[in-house]
Structures are given as C-alpha cells and as structure tokens.
C-alpha cells in the first residue's frame, strides 16, 4: 500500500512543478481576468488552465480516482469514497493577478475522507511544501519539525480583518480579544500559504470563516502530519466536500483559542 500512495505522490509533485513552470511563463503573455461570484471573487485563463492540465493528467493515469476543483472539475462529486483529488489551481488568485507572487497550487489526496498526500507549492519561491501521511512533511528537501507548543501571548496568528470588522459571519467582538492578546497578526492573501506556513512554523495558527475544500486540503494534511490540528472555528471536524470555516493551528493553541475565546462567546 506504501509504493501504491508513493506512485501517486511521485506523479502529483511531478506535475504540480510542471504548472507552476506553465504560471511563470505565463506572465510574458496577457492574462485574461473574469470575475466569478462578486468583483473580489477573480479567475484567469491560467486558473483554468492549470485546473484542466491536473484533471487530464489524473484522469489518463489514474482513471479511477475523482477529482474536484475550484474551476468546475468534478461538480458532480458527492461522497468522498475512494480516492479524492482536491485542487486549488491557483490559490491567491488576487494576489497571482495584482503582485505575481504570494500563491500557490494546493492538492490534497484523500482515500475515504482520510487525508493521505498533500501538496502546496509556492510558485515564485519554489517552495514545495509535501508530505504522505506517517512519513513526515518537508519543504522540499528540509524535514518539517513537529510543532512546538505555543500559548496566544506569544503566538502569531493569521487572520484576514474582515472578521474583526463588521461582518454576517462572526461578531466582530469574539475575535477582536484574541487579535489583541496575541504577539502578532499577519494576512497573506492566499489559505494554502498560511496553512503551510503553520506546518513550517511560520505561523501559530489560522482562522477564517469561509474556505472551499480546494482551499484547506492539502493544508490539512500537512499540518496534521506536524502534529497541528485543523477544524472549523468552533473546534468541529472538517466536510472535505463542503464549504466551511477554518480553524488550523498548533494543539495547544487550538484548544486555548477555543476554550478563552471562541466557545466562551457562543
């Protein structure tokens, strides 16, 4: 069963370095922009063609495995039976559009709902963030240690600033304490970076209140492999088919966040 997961793995890395030399090179040609939900919500030719060079590569090599991603493959996946592909073909689509740096290829592969390869590639930085579930997680060659405990005092949390601003999500009021005890808040524009950023140790933990699958799942598998832990906002298992608020972040974190300031407030 290792060689079988090893054999996937040794394709999907193979191919996640491919695109990214196809979004590189995209850049000395004209990016075509389209808006999708509302005028923040942005897609590019290269989104999808990204999506649709994985979807045919999976699909020639492994016929049977399913697919879902954020530019329409796979719509009509409803149960997460068998092996799952999760792709983000651009995660930080604004930021791909507006600086050319800070985004990322996200892939998670799941057998049964159960997270077994993860794959987040930092396109400008070559920064390859992957792991095979029960044999570590790495940034390329770089073994990834297995995150130390951090209390919110002296924690860096990721957190965009419209949960702490009026917003039909969360009272702003319930995040706002934490924001002000923690050491320091970074926002990076793109969920795959800030969950690899956590399994690298970068950051101490992660919170949003709105992310697709394609987003969180190849995050998650990396930070569970680091011994971090990944739930909705209110501590509660993830749907990997479903939309979902996001909680990522190092164990004791995780449990004072929810304990001070999350579950106090509900």
């Known amino acids: 069963m290792e060689n079988f997961w090893e054999n996937i793995y040794t394709y999907a890395t193979s191919w996640v370095k491919e695109a990214g030399e196809m979004i590189k090179d995209s850049f000395s040609k004209e990016l075509l922009i389209e808006t999708k939900s509302n005028p923040n919500d942005l897609v590019t030719n290269m989104d999808k063609d990204v999506e649709t060079f994985l979807y045919e590569k999976i699909q020639e090599t492994f016929p049977t495995h399913r697919i879902v991603g954020e530019e329409g493959h796979g719509t009509d996946v409803t149960s997460a039976e068998g092996v799952l592909w999760v792709i983000d073909p651009i995660d ?24 077994k390869i993860g794959l987040i590639y930092d396109v400008m930085h070559d920064e390859l963030y992957h792991t095979i579930r029960g044999n570590g997680a790495y940034m390329n060659d770089i073994k990834l240690p297995m995150l130390t405990e951090s209390p919110v005092k002296e924690a860096i949390l990721s957190l965009n600033a419209t949960w702490v601003t009026d917003n039909h999500r969360i009272d702003p009021a319930v995040l706002s304490p934490l924001v002000k005890d923690v050491r320091g808040t970074r926002s990076y524009g793109s969920a795959a970076l800030e969950l690899a950023y956590i399994a690298a140790g970068r950051l101490d933990g992660y919170i949003t209140m709105r992310l697709a699958p394609w987003d969180f799942a190849g995050g998650l598998v990396l930070i569970e492999e680091v011994g971090g832990v990944v739930t909705n906002v209110y501590g509660e298992e993830l749907n990997i088919l479903e939309k979902n608020s996001v909680f990522a972040g190092e164990k004791a974190f995780h449990k004072e966040v929810l304990q001070t300031y999350i579950n106090k407030k509900r």
């Open 92 to 115: 930080g689509t604004m930021n791909f559009v507006h600086q050319q740096r800070n985004f990322a290829i996200s892939i998670g592969i799941f057998e049964n709902g159960v997270g």
